[in-house]
């Protein structure tokens, strides 16, 4: 009987539990809501039970569907605050510092997630001074659904930028910010929902993909959870065979003791791969050692390393003591040196290579450098390696599913709970995942804009995006580059209404996909953003866009939109990376000159031009086409009009 009491007892109490009123993750302190138009507010509730939203000194009342839903919208509000948001069912919640203001969805991929801290060198002195309490971000946690679009999220929080907390935004999200908001004054909120490395299906919704049967086939396969599984199960039974030991941590001594006595280390130069100095094709464990000269002004305090990138992942050993390691090839390799640790003269250097696959070793044209207090010393030069582990080739290949980036599965598990959130519009850096489609691509990103904006329920939303960079080699002739086709895909999407494209063609960097310059990308996008939704017509947002190409005899004559003032180059030289081919498609350089808002292109061995291109490489070499404000032509490729 007692037990049959503790169990009723139970029910009851897990029966008030579920009655009680929840919110979303999304509706927590210090969030910014958007101003001057009605707000959804929504959360869960036993059914039946009524609720009362308090916000501004109004009030409303809702009551909860069958379905356990409520949902209701308050009224505008004007950019301030804060304010206090009261919620009252069977139980109260209190939401404080509520800010009415303009919200925006920030996502993509990696350049959409990095943050400031990863950047913290070029923009020390930002961090260093935000002071911004009412710009705001909510970062969306990275997780996954296959199986249809969520509701919530399993985690976030609203967090001002200060300089502690400005370090996990979004650096592009942030420059972006905060040019609205020193332009506006008023308070600025970014939802981020961005996930490194993953391709634009992922961020889409199934029905997005209907025009995209292959696309979709996949999304019907995966909701097969016994699939998935047993595939990733293959792929784990099928895995790399067994690596072995590294003898650099299993000897005697371990490579990075400084009492271990080196035999058998070879010469070798940092920065540069081992596969491009007399190492073939090997994937392991490399071990560098150095003996570095410290004078004794440094050793007293704190210090720092950069170690440039590395391929793949480090760990580096400083007198024997490990200062800092990195498990994946993209970061800069920043780690700081506690005091004391250096002493004057002779320091023993170790840095523990693993390489995956592809070149292994240190990127060149990045900094190897020792700093404290006002001294450096390079690191670049001759040092001396020795393999630990040799990794056998992979037998055999079974496919995982990587579920981050597959089709829908991003948009079910981080898009999908956000779209109740009433918003001004979205920014969207992504692309270099899906650079190898770039025809695909031209269809793919007008679709989920769309969608996106149905999904919102907003479809005038202004919608912008960022050009792919600069990135790889530079190639002195003109060349075939799928990062130029997938940039004129993206271009596309300028047909649909309420787009802006910020160009960052000038802003790449041949050996790094994550540029560090961050500011310029958030100040376009935000270039972007006064035109369009905040209604600055006048205003010059972008750099030249092709338009238009007419032949005169030998010559082409192009137009662009986006004159602003007038054409320029940026560095006053004469204009560079114009190619023209005739109906045989061979490209040769062209000579071009500027006259008025026109560009007149030409090359006296090619009688009868039929193609024109400008730009037309994964990195351009010197891209100096330019608007009198300062802004990037974009790339472009055209055929000419007879």
Known sequence: MMRFFFSVLSLCVLSTADAQVRLPRLLRDSMVLQRDTKVKVWG??????KVQVTFNKKTYKT?????GKWSLFIQPTKAGGPYTLNIDGSNHITLKDVLAGDVWVCAGQSNMVHQMSLHSVRYADEIAK?????????????ITALQGPQEDLPSGSWKAANPKDVLDFSAVAYFFAKSLYEKYGVPIGIINASWGGVPIEAMMSEASLKEFPNILSTVEKNKDTA???GTNRKTALAARP??????????????????YEPKGWRPINIPGYWEDQGIKDLDGVVWYRREIDVPASMTNTQAKVFLGRIVDADALYINGKQVGNTGYMYPQRRYTVPAGLLKPGKNLFVVRVTNNGGKGGFVPDKPYQLFAGNDTVDLKGEWHYKVGQVFTPQRSFVPGIALQNQPASLYNAMVAPLTSYTVKGFNWYQGESNAGRPEEYARLQP????DWLQKWNAPTAPFFFVQLPGFMEMSYLPTESSWAAFREAQTKSLSLPNTGMAVAIDLGEWNDIHPDRKKEVGERLALQAMKVAYGEKALVAGGPLYQSAQKDGARIILSFTNVGSG?????GEELSEFAIAGADKKFVWAKAKIEGDKIIVWNDEVQNPVHVRYAWADNPVNPNLYNKEGLPASPFGATVNP
Do not use: C
């Open 44 to 49: 869960w509730a036993a059914p039946g039970e």
């Open 130 to 142: 935000a002071n911004y309490p009412q710009i705001r971000q909510f970062w969306v946690p990275n």
């Open 242 to 259: 067994p690596r072995g030991e590294d003898k650099g941590m299993t000897s005697a001594k371990p490579w990075h003791d400084p009492t």
């Open 227 to 229: 699939y998935v599984n």
């Open 567 to 571: 054409l320029i180059t940026n560095d």
């Open 447 to 450: 679709a989920m804009i769309q």
């Open 63 to 67: 009551t909860t569907a069958a379905d």
